[in-house]
């Protein structure tokens, strides 16, 4: 089922997939995937609960394997976890025996030899009180994890992420367990921290306001959509694909936006597209609006009355 | 109205005895047990003074000051100090490599599933045999010293510690080894700088609760093949039905007991704050 690379976009961007599949014994979670993402992106994944934006997130940090398909970072086939993709996920964040400047440290000391930390120990430490700096929590640098709020965590975990500068950063739902105040104040701590550094983003959320607000593309995976290949049941077997794909204005960081028609609008056409069963699109129909996205589609889910691909 | 039901002050489920109540009702039954032991040993005595069964306190005394603050007539040692010493440092060395082993190999076999498959079978099959039915072997093949009861400790307290570092490993999220990984963790650096300081807790914990079965350990090889230690004298004096000594030995080792196990207690709360269950 392995169509030819997309060459152009595959040697352009930091983030390529292609024909990924996932399954878990006769499951198919996602089907077909294919992305490619330019560095500098804020891409955020929407899609209903269960649908597998997680596992597609888990498949690109190297958590799990693909069933198939080729994944990529810099050309790269991804393996195991490394340094390349920092990851924040939404509990668990840091480590609890650790203090906040040695969680954000820790990094460092592990990828320094002991002759290069014990020279670079000053600066470093300085440079974790900047970054605690920028996401306000200097004074509690010497705090335990647990002596912290939720939201205090998560902004030390992002700073813990962002100061190996790892090629692209991957979030898992990372303000899901937050309020919505608290919620509200990391989102904007996020799109500073994006624009200073010029990260790549790839954030998973399951809420679409976040997603729209945040994001320079906004993805949409869900597994409501319609091909000519033919499943048994009731259709709720497939795996998800990307079935809309849209860049986004950065122009504003202003939480404002959010209260906007235009804003309202887009996200309650997101949720009757992603979200509901009864307005399924055909594969060849789907909303792909951003310049990089693509689609390599099987004969089988072109052509009409084909069987089910066996994963 | 009718005013509500008076909260129970003892039985039921809703009584909760606070302050000066509470303390009266956990001392009551040492009290009771003094009260009933003394009477009897009182009656015994004064029937018959050369009683050796239920020595009365001054008998106890007595029997104390010979053993721990007379120097012994033989070697010029304290007895009760000695006899403290040894044990105590065959119980710290059994526990102590228990602990390091249990630690290191629990470790390991929780997170590399390969090294796992070859060895947790074999651990739990040596976890089942009891141990002090080894103890005849260990001292044919070690001889009766120092390392026979050593490794008898050992041998019962390490499958139990190993068992649970190992659990512990398997219960790290996966979310936390991932980020170890992203941060640039090694394998090992992920093992030993980021895993194994969350364990330590752990394992302070499960020296606490192994003690028990240490001491059951170190007691029976003592009484059997020994020539000195707190079991040894209690099994030796035996013979001379000296409860006059016994059961001061006795509450001297639950004494260390209840000191050794409230370091452990201590040391978790102060040292691993962050430790909460």
């Given at each position: 089922?392995?169509?030819?690379?997309?060459?152009?976009?595959?040697?352009?961007?930091?983030?390529?997939?292609?024909?990924?599949?996932?399954?878990?014994?006769?499951?198919?979670?996602?089907?077909?995937?294919?992305?490619?993402?330019?560095?500098?992106?804020?891409?955020?994944?929407?899609g209903p609960s269960g649908c597998g934006k997680s596992t597609l997130l888990r498949i690109i940090v190297g958590q799990e394997r693909a069933s198939q398909g080729i994944v990529t970072i810099d050309q790269k086939p991804v393996s195991t976890p490394d340094r390349n993709r920092g990851i924040v996920f939404q509990k668990y964040s840091l480590f609890p025996h650790l203090s906040v400047l040695e969680n954000v440290l820790l990094g460092k000391k592990l990828t320094m030899t002991s002759a290069e930390w014990r020279a670079q120990r000053d600066v470093c430490t300085q440079e974790a009180m900047e970054f605690l700096g920028k996401v306000?929590?200097?004074?509690?640098?010497?705090?335990?994890?647990?002596?912290?709020?939720?939201?205090?965590?998560?902004r030390v975990s992002i700073v813990q992420t962002l100061i190996m500068k790892p090629r692209i950063v991957l979030m898992d739902e990372p303000f899901g367990a937050l309020d919505p105040?608290?919620?509200?104040?990391?989102?904007?701590?996020?799109?500073?921290?994006?624009?200073?550094?010029?990260?790549?983003?790839?954030?998973?959320?399951?809420?679409?306001?976040?997603?729209?607000?945040?994001?320079?593309?906004?993805i949409v995976l869900s597994q409501?959509?319609?091909?000519?290949?033919?499943?048994?049941?009731?259709?709720?077997?497939?795996?998800?694909?990307?079935?809309?794909?849209?860049?986004?204005?950065?122009?504003?960081?202003?939480?404002?936006?959010?209260?906007?028609a235009s804003f309202q609008d887009f996200i309650a056409h997101i949720r009757r597209e992603g979200f509901d069963p009864a307005s399924a699109k055909h594969v060849s129909e789907f909303n792909l609006k951003h310049k990089d996205s693509f689609q390599t589609l099987t004969e089988a889910e072109l052509k009409k009355g084909s069987r089910i691909p066996t994963p | 109205m009718e005013s509500p039901k008076p909260v129970p002050k003892f039985w039921g489920l809703h009584a909760d005895p606070q302050g000066g109540f509470q303390r009266l009702l956990n001392i009551l039954p040492f009290l009771i047990l003094?009260?009933?032991?003394?009477?009897?040993?009182?009656?015994?005595?004064?029937?018959?003074?050369?009683?050796?069964?239920?020595?009365?306190?001054v008998q106890m005394w007595d029997a104390l000051q010979l053993m721990a603050f007379t120097p012994d007539k033989r070697t010029g040692e304290y007895l009760m100090f000695t006899d403290t010493s040894s044990s105590l440092l065959r119980l710290g060395a059994g526990v102590g490599a228990a602990a390091v082993s249990g630690l290191l190999l629990g470790l390991f076999t929780g997170l590399f599933r390969g090294l796992n498959a070859l060895i947790s079978p074999f651990l739990t099959f040596i976890a089942i045999i009891p141990p002090l039915s080894i103890l005849p072997i260990l001292f044919i093949v070690f001889g009766v010293d120092e390392f026979a009861k050593i490794m008898l400790i050992f041998i019962g307290t390490f499958p139990v510690i190993t068992r649970d570092i190992f659990t512990a490993t398997r219960a790290f999220p996966q979310e936390l080894i991932t980020k170890g990984l992203t941060l640039g963790a090694s394998d090992l650096q992920l093992a030993f700088r980021i895993l194994l300081p969350q364990l330590l807790p752990?394992?302070?914990?499960?020296?606490?609760?192994?003690?028990?079965?240490?001491?059951?350990?170190l007691i029976a090889a003592e009484a059997i093949a020994s020539t000195s230690g707190l079991g040894y004298r209690i099994f030796l004096v035996r013979r001379y039905l000296a409860m006059d000594i016994i059961i001061p030995y006795v509450l001297w080792i639950t004494c260390l007991g209840f000191s050794l196990d409230w370091l452990l207690k201590t040391l978790v709360a102060r040292r691993f704050k962050w430790y909460q269950r």
């Open positions: 089922m392995v169509s030819a690379v997309n060459q152009e976009l595959f040697q352009k961007n930091l983030l390529h997939l292609q024909d990924v599949y996932k399954s878990y014994g006769s499951k198919v979670i996602l089907d077909n995937i294919d992305l490619s993402v330019a560095k500098g992106e804020l891409c955020t994944v929407v306000r929590l200097q004074e509690h640098a010497h705090k335990y994890p647990f002596e912290l709020s939720g939201g205090m965590q998560q105040s608290t919620r509200e104040d990391l989102q904007v701590f996020l799109l500073e921290l994006w624009e200073e550094f010029q990260m790549t983003v790839f954030f998973v959320t399951h809420d679409l306001e976040e997603a729209a607000y945040l994001g320079t593309r906004l409501h959509y319609r091909d000519e290949r033919s499943f048994e049941g009731s259709g709720t077997n497939r795996g998800a694909k990307i079935i809309g794909d849209y860049p986004l204005e950065r122009s504003a960081a202003s939480t404002t936006i959010k209260g906007q | 003094l009260g009933i032991y003394l009477t009897a040993s009182h009656i015994r005595l004064s029937e018959n003074p050369q009683d050796k069964l239920l020595p009365s306190p752990r394992l302070f914990e499960n020296i606490r609760l192994t003690l028990g079965g240490a001491w059951l350990f």
